[in-house]
Structure formats: C-alpha cells, structure tokens
C-alpha cells in the first residue's frame, strides 16, 4: 500500500485547497480506478460537489455525495460524509483528520500550506510508515 502526501505551495491552492483535490480526483479519475474523498463534514462534501462541476471547463468528473441516491457503487468518485458509511476503495483521498483505517491501494492525503496546521499529517505519515506503506511527498 502506498501514501501520497500532497503539499499545498501553489498561490491557487493557498487560496482555495479543495481545488487541489478537485486536481488530485482528476488525477485518479484517469487511471480508471474508483475513488472515494473521505470530507471532514456536509459542509465541505457539499462546497467540493460544487466546485468539481465547474473547476475545469475542459474536465467532466462523474461525482456524488455517498448516500444521496443509489448510485453510489458505480460512481467513479464519492464524496463520503463522516456520516455515512462506504466500503474502501482502491484509492482514497483523505481530507480528514484521522489516517485511512480500511483497506485500499493507495491514500491520497492534502497537507496544508501553514506548518501549524501540519500537526495532524505529521502523524498520519508516522502511522502509515509504522504500518509499513510505501510513502512519497509532492509539492503542489
């Protein structure tokens, strides 16, 4: 299994870091795998369904919310609530605040621009390390 930490540096990213996931779901997107973005709260489930219809006029990202309609098996990505519960998928973007529990290929994880926010990343890559996980770092 494998941790991807990506570093928000990008003065657009600064500005507004659910369009780096909204890149980083793109990214996914492309190798054809099913992705789930496990989100901190409704709230930003609903503000990054928002913005992956409109982040790139060139890109189509097939999206929901997890639980809103039965279509969620065969949704490329979930948007997943803390609320509701999902199985795993192959690779995992992780904007909470906890590490990935369950069993996946691959964790994508975003890591804020200011380094005293960078508390809890710290020990998510501590415990992915521990567990054995390949690990790597870009600087986005």
């Known amino acids: 299994m494998q941790a991807t930490f990506y570093v928000i540096e990008k003065p657009r990213y600064r500005e507004q870091p659910l369009l780096l996931v909204c ?5 996914c997107l492309a190798t054809g795998k099913a992705v789930s973005i496990l989100v901190r709260d409704r709230a930003q489930a609903e ?13 189509y990202i097939p999206h929901q919310i997890a639980g809103e309609d039965e279509d969620d098996a065969i949704t490329p990505v979930l948007i997943v609530p803390p609320e509701v519960d999902v199985p795993a998928r192959p690779l995992m973007i992780n904007l909470r605040d906890q590490p990935v529990a369950g069993p996946c290929e691959r964790v994508l994880e975003v890591v804020p621009a200011e380094p005293e926010h960078r508390g809890p990343l710290r020990e ?14 870009h600087r986005m």
């Open 23 to 27: 890149r980083i779901a793109a990214l």
């Open 47 to 59: 503000a990054l369904d928002a913005l992956l219809w409109e982040f790139d006029d060139d890109a």
């Open 124 to 137: 998510r890559w501590k415990h992915y390390r521990q567990r054995g996980w390949a690990l790597e770092t």
